[in-house]
T-cell receptor
Framework: GAGVSQSPRYKVAKRGQDVALRCDPI?????LFWYQQALGQGPEFLTY????????KSGLPSDRFFAERPEGSVSTLKIQRTQQEDSAVYLC??????????????FGPGTRLTVL | GDSVTQMEGPVTLSEEAFLTINCTYT??????LFWYVQYPGEGLQLLLK?????DKGSNKGFEATYRKETTSFHLEKGSVQVSDSAVYFC????????????FGKGTLLTVNP
């Protein structure tokens, strides 16, 4: 079956531009997570949705970062006025049930954002 | 807060060699522990997990045992193959942190024929 998909796979932005990154989770999955992975580092948590509710946004690095999941399926991560330090791979993961330490998270291939 | 420390790579082995990648953790609660693998050009995949002390996770010949007394979850494989070449991430998930995954920095493994 279809896994988690993300688009675009690659995005180049000029500093100061706004970008929108899309995540299509596995159909029916309740939980959705966004992570940021800098070069040579492990992924770091950004935000978590349970259905359409954003239950945790403690990892968003600044108020330039905004995420939504209005209908409880597709999610968009928006970055306003991009800066060079935003360059990273942005990973989306989904899970069938509400978040639990027992549940596997299924990851998408990521969007590589490069800010020039 | 929660943190994961794993041995730095890169690790280069010959085919059929024994593999160990060390992982230790710090957590405020009682976490579940995971190993994820990222093959070249692919997304992160769960390799194995353990949810309580002394549990052993295993998959594809890889094993890791949840050791609460040493706060460790070392990854082992008795005989690696070229196809095991990938980046390996140790991670934990904790109720106190809303079940987000906290990852180590990753270890690049290259297996030569």
């Amino acid at each position: 079956g279809a896994g988690v998909s993300q688009s675009p796979r690659y995005k180049v932005a000029k500093r100061g531009q706004d970008v929108a990154l899309r995540c299509d989770p596995i159909s029916g999955h309740v939980s959705l997570f966004w992570y940021q992975q800098a070069l040579g580092q492990g992924p770091e948590f950004l935000t978590y949705f349970q259905n359409e509710a954003q239950l945790d946004k403690s990892g968003l690095p600044s108020d330039r970062f905004f995420a939504e999941r209005p209908e409880g399926s597709v999610s968009t991560l928006k970055i306003q006025r991009t800066q060079q330090e935003d360059s990273a791979v942005y990973l989306c993961a989904s899970s069938p049930w509400q978040a639990s330490s027992y549940n596997e998270q299924f990851f998408g291939p990521g969007t590589r954002l490069t800010v020039l | 807060g929660d943190s994961v420390t794993q041995m730095e790579g890169p690790v280069t082995l010959s085919e059929e060699a024994f593999l160990t990648i060390n992982c230790t953790y710090t957590a405020t609660g009682y976490p579940s522990l995971f190993w994820y693998v990222q093959y070249p050009g692919e997304g992160l995949q769960l390799l194995l997990k353990a949810t309580k002390a002394d549990d052993k996770g295993s998959n594809k010949g890889f094993e890791a045992t949840y050791r609460k007394e040493t706060t460790s979850f070392h990854l082992e494989k008795g005989s690696v193959q070229v196809s095991d070449s990938a980046v390996y991430f140790c991670a934990l998930s904790d109720q106190g942190s809303n079940y987000k995954l906290t990852f180590g920095k990753g270890t690049l493994l290259t297996v030569n024929p």
